[in-house]
Nanobody, 120 residues
């Protein structure tokens, strides 16, 4: 079975930084893409940043220039570096990955989420 686990969230003041981590484990054959999503109270879940093995990277307009996505392929960990945080960044952040296992074709997997709160 595949498991994704986020960590690194917390409470910070506006202008400060956080780095989120997402660790993937299980019988993984190949990870085609990984991304970060977030969901604030009363709002739908939205894409924050994503990338693929081919090198394509997408950022939401609201975080361009402030957030950076990266990956350690050997450790199977994805990161989201968040700088110059704003109160509107407050949300639960979720890790997502499209993964092929040894026994199954590709499927989407989600972590449980980590809370990020930014005060004024």
């Amino acid at each position: 079975q595949v498991r994704l686990e986020e960590s690194g969230g917390g409470l910070v003041q506006a202008g400060e930084s956080l780095r989120l981590s997402c660790a993937a484990s299980g019988s993984i054959r190949r990870i085609d893409s990984m991304g970060w999503y977030r969901q604030a109270p009363g709002k739908q879940r939205e894409l924050v940043a994503s990338d693929s093995t081919g090198g394509n990277t997408i950022y939401a307009d609201s975080v361009k220039g402030r957030f950076t996505i990266s990956r350690d392929n050997a450790k199977r960990i994805m990161y989201l570096q968040m700088n110059s945080l704003k109160p509107e960044d407050t949300a639960v952040y979720y890790c997502n990955a499209r993964i092929a296992t040894l026994l199954r074709p590709t499927n989407d997997y989600w972590g449980q989420g980590t809370q990020v709160t930014v005060s004024s």
